[in-house]
Structure formats: C-alpha cells, structure tokens
C-alpha cells in the first residue's frame, strides 16, 4: 500500500487528540495536515504540518486543504459552550465546508464523528444537526464516505462538564463491556485502522455497535 497523506480538522479536541497519535503511530501515513484555527502546541510534531484557517472565511483557504488523499473531521462542540447558533455553526456548517474544501482539493475519502441517534428529522437539536451532516456528506462526490456514531465519549476532558462527568461515572459502573460508550482512544484506533480497509461501498456508518465489535475484534 502507499504512503498516504492525511487530513484532520479539529485536532485539539479531545477525540481528534487521540486520532492525531494514531495517525502519527502509523507507517502507512507520510503526512498530517492539520487544519484549525491556530497551531496547537504538540509534544511531537513528527510528520504534522499546521495550517491556520478562519473557518468563518474558509473559501480564502481552499489551498490549506490541498494534498490530502484521507480526511478525519473530529469537529464538534456544545450548545452549553457555543449557544445554539454557536453550536449549529460548527458541528454543522464547519463539518460540510470543510468536506467540501477537502473534496476539492483533491480529497477521495472522508471520516466524520457523528453521534449515536443522528437523525435528520429528530426532535432534539443535536441528534437533527448530526443527521443533517450525514446525510449532506452521504450526498457528497467522495470515493468514500465513512461516518462513526459512538454513544457516550468516555476521555478526561481538560475543560469540565458536569454532563460528561456524570455520563463516564454511570458508564465506568454499568456499561463494561461498552454498549453505549466507547473510550475516545479506542474509538480513534478504530476509525484510523478502518481508514485503511478497502470496502466495497461508497458510504457506510458505523453504529456503536458495530464500534463495539470492532474494538473487541482488536483487542
């Protein structure tokens, strides 16, 4: 297989963190593009070159999205931190315009963390936002498309959330055998070793179940 170069946008969150390392971890990726809103301070910058975008003014950086053959999008934030706008604005038009910058700088496939319960008509703004990306990406003229709907994200977020905290005490008790979490280094192995399968379909979504399988397979 050859080398390939990578493109991950939303690096500094705390899933895109762990989908760095792994990206970094493999032989079979030269390059990372990383595309954020400012270099992040890494510890190891090995085969990592930075690109600072404004994404409020992202058709001025249709080049920082050029040379990537896989993109990861690890975008996402909450209504609780951003405000409903703030919150639709970033886990939904970020998401798609940086897919379609991807697409036309020349990138084939396209990895996307979505949610579990995403659904496009969902009475529940964040499950509606998350369906409406997936099915916009689903839409798109990539050669793939791969969207992970994982449960309960189970990391040690620097910024507190009382809602998260509770969530991963509940899930360390109850849910060890993860049917509805899922720990984020985990999850990104999956993602970046599933990046590198050959699959016979243009779009696929993986449910936390099928998150959960696979992990179990490689562990």
């Not at 020349?106 to 529940?124: E, N, P, T, W, Y």
């Not at 509940?170 to 899922?182: A, N, T, W």
């Amino acid at each position: 297989m050859s080398l390939k170069n990578a493109l991950l946008v939303g690096a500094s969150g705390e899933t895109g963190q762990e989908v760095l390392k792994q990206l970094q971890l493999s032989p079979l990726f030269a390059k990372i593009i990383l595309i954020g809103r400012r270099n992040l301070d890494l510890s190891d910058a090995s085969k990592v070159e930075q690109r600072v975008i404004n994404f409020d003014d992202i058709d001025s950086h249709s080049e920082a999205f050029q040379e990537a053959d896989i993109g990861f999008c690890c975008l996402g934030t909450t209504r609780e931190k951003a405000g409903k706008e703030g919150f639709i604005k970033v886990d939904r038009d970020y998401v798609l315009n940086s897919a379609q910058k991807a697409l036309a700088g020349g990138c084939r496939d396209f990895h996307v963390i979505s949610s579990q319960g995403a659904k496009a008509s969902s009475m529940f703004l964040y499950m509606k936002i998350k369906g409406q990306v997936d099915e916009a990406l689903q839409g798109m003229d990539f050669h793939r498309v791969s969207i992970y709907r994982p449960g309960v994200l189970i990391c040690d977020r620097a910024e507190f959330r009382w809602g998260d905290r509770i969530a991963r005490s509940i899930s360390s008790v109850v849910d060890r055998s993860h049917r509805f979490s899922i720990p984020t280094p985990v999850l990104a192995q999956i993602i970046v070793a599933n990046s590198l399968q050959v699959i016979d379909q243009k779009c696929e979504i993986l449910e936390q179940a099928d998150i959960t399988k696979r992990a179990n397979v490689s562990s």
